[in-house]
């Protein structure tokens, strides 16, 4: 696999830019568990120096995506079934219930997105469908216009990352299928069924993991070796 492409920044904005850029790559999956970073290659891609990013690393050290190890290398944390399973808790908690209160709150404009999103194709390499994935999740959250339960959810996403890159790279092309389960979730939308919305996220949560955790093993073995 090539490096991860990460979203040139905003010198107008220079510390924010950096956090939200480096942000969004951990929450599409850039990086995988286990994967340790170099604050000189990530200012590269980024085309900035290393200071901004080192404060962004800090922030991300604290929400949890970051280990800052004794060695002083930064690394993405390693595969923990445990720790998967509280995330997929969490999950299930909290992402249904900002569905329901999405749908009930759902525009025209929002239902129109989430349909555009679905007719998209893949794109080719190494993160098949892992930007739309991402995309059509936040496009429906944000319509529930939560302050304190989106947040949340963000901050689930930003450790779910890497374990989704993992699963991409044991589960291959059977990840697309999880699209039927989105067409689920849009058609609950556009009957405005908030309930049946929430329970076709809580199945497309469970699928996730369910394919994670079936192969943990390897997956496990395979973040050793890297």
């Known amino acids: 696999m090539g490096e991860p492409v990460l979203d040139r920044i905003d010198q107008t904005k220079l510390r924010e830019s950096v956090y939200a850029a480096l942000h969004a790559a951990f929450t599409r999956g850039a990086f995988a568990p286990g994967d340790v970073l170099s604050l000189r290659t990530l200012a590269e891609q980024l085309g900035t120096s290393m200071t901004p990013v080192r ?18 290398k930064l690394q993405v944390p390693s595969f923990d079934l445990h720790r998967l399973t509280d995330l997929m808790r969490a999950r299930i908690a909290l ?9 009930e709150q759902m525009t025209p404009e929002a239902e129109k997105a989430l349909a555009g999103i679905l007719k998209e194709v893949a794109r080719d390499g190494d ?26 959810v963000e901050g689930l996403w930003l450790q779910y990352g890497p374990y989704l890159k993992l699963m991409i790279g044991n589960a291959g092309p059977a990840i697309g299928r ?28 469970q699928r996730s993991f369910a394919l994670i955790e079936g192969d943990g093993a390897k997956m496990a073995a395979s973040t050793r070796e890297d």
């Open 127 to 152: 993160q098949p469908d892992l930007e739309q994935n991402h995309r059509f999740h936040f496009t429906l959250y944000n319509q529930s216009r939560s302050p304190v339960i989106l947040p949340v």
């Open 95 to 103: 992402e249904p219930m900002l569905t329901e209160l999405a749908v």
């Open 55 to 72: 404060e962004a690393v800090r922030r991300l050290v604290a929400e949890g995506a970051l280990i800052d190890t004794p060695s002083r």
């Open 178 to 205: 999880g699209n039927d389960i989105h067409a689920e979730i849009l058609e609950a939308v556009r009957k405005r069924d908030s309930q049946e919305a929430a329970a076709a996220v809580t199945k497309d949560i």
